[in-house]
């Protein structure tokens, strides 16, 4: 991996090089900064976290489904229960009966 010494990079290896980000670079990168993290299996905390984001701010869940390659929508599903606390959210915001009557003019 090509790397230049830089000082405030945006992006930068544990030893403080600034290595030109392509997409392999970028993976190596990751890995490295979960591996010093701790994490022990960053493919599904990667996996897991941006489906979970991507759920919170309004991705459809067969649109989801289809993006991880899941063929069974039960398993996009395992997803859906951190966003159990938007969902209570929303509803509260939007359904009718908890909605002022609307005036009319």
Do not use: W
Request: net charge neutral; hydrophobic share 35%; proline share 5%.
């Amino acid at each position: 991996m090509a790397c230049q010494q830089r000082g405030g990079a945006a992006f930068s290896d544990l030893n403080g090089l600034q290595p030109e980000l392509g997409a392999s670079n970028l993976s190596i990168l990751v890995r490295d900064y979960m591996k010093a993290a701790g994490v022990t299996e960053p493919g599904s905390m990667l996996r897991h976290t941006a489906a979970t984001q991507m759920l919170e701010n309004g991705a459809h869940i067969r649109s989801l489904q289809q993006l991880l390659g899941h063929s069974e929508l039960t398993t996009t599903q395992i997803y859906t229960h951190v966003c159990i606390k938007q969902l209570q959210e929303i509803h509260s915001k939007t359904h009718p009966a908890d909605l002022p009557p609307k005036t009319s003019g």
